[in-house]
């Protein structure tokens, strides 16, 4: 069975300054990973995808997360952050040929002016 | 490009009663999901089909029924509701196939019920 795990339930940090949002996963098979963002009062909508290949993948805001196999982490980091980045994220873990995904229990960003 | 969409979108009902979510979406696809969203608890799926007229349990399956008579819909009833359904409920579909990747799921903007 798969399971995600993220680590801190919430996060605050400063306009401008760096975040690193954790997300552990467990599998016994070879994982597709991904980054989900939950503005408030919306649905998730997907921000970045790891399938294969490049361990770093990016999204189109200055978001970036890092596969790392050995620690079996996909952590979700941005070098400046904004006010409109305030949102919940979710990391979830699936599988070629799986019908659903697995989600974490999410990380609630909130950006301080 | 409405995507998929949730009715209602908010509601409030007293312990015992009974009601009906629709979940309707347009891009033609085959997976749809119901999950429920609660603090700390993150997303847990309640059922999901990937087909019409197929359904089948997620994780958190008690106290829920489901229908999908047409592809376009996926019903999520509740037939005597709790408090502890007091919660957010979200909509997903996807295409099928086995490339999960690349068949991302798309969401609704969700149902906030609240049961007394």
């Known amino acids: 069975a798969q399971s995600v795990t993220q680590l801190d339930s919430q996060v605050p940090v400063f306009e401008e300054a760096p975040v690193e949002l954790r997300c552990n996963y467990s599998?016994?098979?070879?994982?597709?990973l991904f980054w989900y963002v939950q503005y408030p009062n919306q649905g998730l909508q997907l921000l970045l995808k790891?399938?294969?290949?490049?361990?770093l993948v990016e999204s189109i805001n200055g978001f970036e997360a890092e596969f790392n196999k050995s620690q079996t982490s996909f952590h979700l980091r941005k070098p400046s952050v904004h006010i409109s980045d305030t949102a919940e994220y979710f990391c979830a873990v699936g599988n070629q040929g799986a019908q659903k995904l697995v989600f974490g229990q999410g990380t609630r960003l909130t950006i301080n002016p | 490009n409405a995507g998929v969409t949730q009715t209602p979108k908010f509601r409030v009902l007293k312990t015992g009663q009974s009601m009906t979510l629709l979940c309707a979406q347009d891009m033609n696809h085959e997976y749809m999901y119901w999950y429920r969203q609660d603090p700390g608890m993150g997303l847990r799926l309640i059922h999901y089909s990937v087909g019409e007229g197929t359904t089948a349990k997620g994780e958190v399956p008690d106290g829920y029924n489901v229908s999908r008579l047409k592809k376009q819909n996926f019903l999520l009833g509740l037939e005597s509701a709790a408090p502890s359904q007091t919660s957010v409920y979200f909509c997903?579909?996807?295409?099928?196939?086995?490339?999960?990747?690349?068949?991302?799921?798309?969401f609704g903007a969700g149902t906030r019920l609240s049961v007394l």
């Open positions: 997903a579909s996807r295409k099928s196939g086995w490339d999960l990747a690349k068949n991302i799921q798309y």
């Open positions: 599998s016994s098979v070879s994982v597709y």
């Open positions: 790891y399938l294969s290949g490049s361990t």
